[in-house]
């Protein structure tokens, strides 16, 4: 019988129209993996630090004080034990990207067949560039994008480059699930 899965819903705080995805997670995965395949359902590029809150605990990489938790000690089924259950995500403490993740099911079935221990189902809206200010700094980068011919949004168009253009709307799950299948088929 295949090992029932976690099944999350992370939304990012402060933007709206809202950037989301529902994604699963085996119970026994640490929590600085956990961060990990968030970086890649929503589409950060891991490089800066990470805070967990769960309740009144507070769980990072690298811990640098008594009150702080080790993140790589702690595996998801010792710190979210019920549906429904809240926990927030910290990303970046400079661009401060706030998370909320929701626990939708405990004992969650992925598609038969699949074999993934790690897959994202459904998302919306493209997550924000890296360093981009967080939220105010992102309402203006779509202002600039909205209007790039503008002289006082020139600076702001240039400065995000990629090798496409910024789609606000656009999330793309097979990539999404191409990635974790890449990064986490090797996770113990």
């Known amino acids: 019988m295949k090992e029932s899965s976690l099944l999350f819903k992370i939304e990012l705080l402060g933007v709206s ?10 119970p ?3 929590l600085g993996h956990f961060h990990e395949a968030i970086q890649i359902v929503m589409g950060w590029d891991n490089g800066h630090l990470y805070e967990f809150t769960i309740g009144k605990e507070r769980f990072m990489p690298e811990p640098d004080d008594d009150d702080t938790l080790d993140a790589w000690e702690y595996q998801l089924h010792q710190v979210v034990k019920r549906k429904g259950q ?15 993740l929701k626990l939708e099911n ?23 560039p890296e360093d981009v200010g967080g939220v105010w700094g992102y309402e203006e980068f779509l202002k600039a994008l909205a209007k790039p011919h503008l002289k006082k949004n020139k ?16 999330f793309d799950l097979a990539k999404v699930n191409d990635r974790l299948a890449k990064e986490f088929s090797r996770v113990p």
């Open 17 to 26: 129209p809202p950037v989301w995805r529902r994604f699963f997670v085996p």
């Open 28 to 30: 026994d995965l640490v």
């Open 86 to 100: 809240a926990m927030g995500y910290l990303y970046d403490f400079g661009d401060s990207w706030e998370h909320k």
């Open 106 to 128: 405990l004992k969650y079935s992925p598609p038969v067949g699949d074999g993934r221990i790690i897959g994202c189902l459904d998302g919306g809206r493209a997550c924000p």
């Open 155 to 170: 600076e702001l168009v240039e400065w995000y480059e990629a090798d496409e253009p910024f789609d606000s709307e656009r």
